[in-house]
Nanobody
């Protein structure tokens, strides 16, 4: 299983970005997909989860602003109303048949 993340960039506070994570290497259902992020000097944190049946969950700090979705083996993270504290490297993650898979990070910088 390979994960290819993209979509990061520089955005002003209040702006939007959409991250993408393309899943390849399997035709079987992924147990769940997640987006994590890691800000400078901080531990990596879970941001959002989507399960194989489409259930979603979010960390409180992004609830109502971020939306995770899964369309044709691409997992998206729509990020709206971005804040400076959302600045981090974002990583997609998959749990498949009991094993962990990570994509490369994509940098999101929220700054005026």
């Amino acid at each position: 299983v390979q994960l290819q993340a993209s979509g990061g960039g520089l955005v002003q506070p209040g702006g939007s970005l959409r991250l993408s994570c393309v899943v390849s290497g399997t035709d079987f259902s992924i147990t769940y997909m997640r987006w994590h992020r890691q800000a400078p000097g901080k531990r990596r944190e879970l941001v959002a989860t989507i399960t194989s049946d489409g259930s979603t969950n979010y960390v409180g700090s992004v609830e109502g602003r971020f939306t995770i979705s899964n369309v044709n083996k691409t997992v998206y993270l729509q990020m709206n109303s971005l804040k400076s504290e959302d600045t981090a490297v974002y990583y997609c993650y998959a749990l498949f048949r009991g094993s962990d898979y990570w994509g490369q990070g994509t940098q999101v910088t929220v700054s005026s």
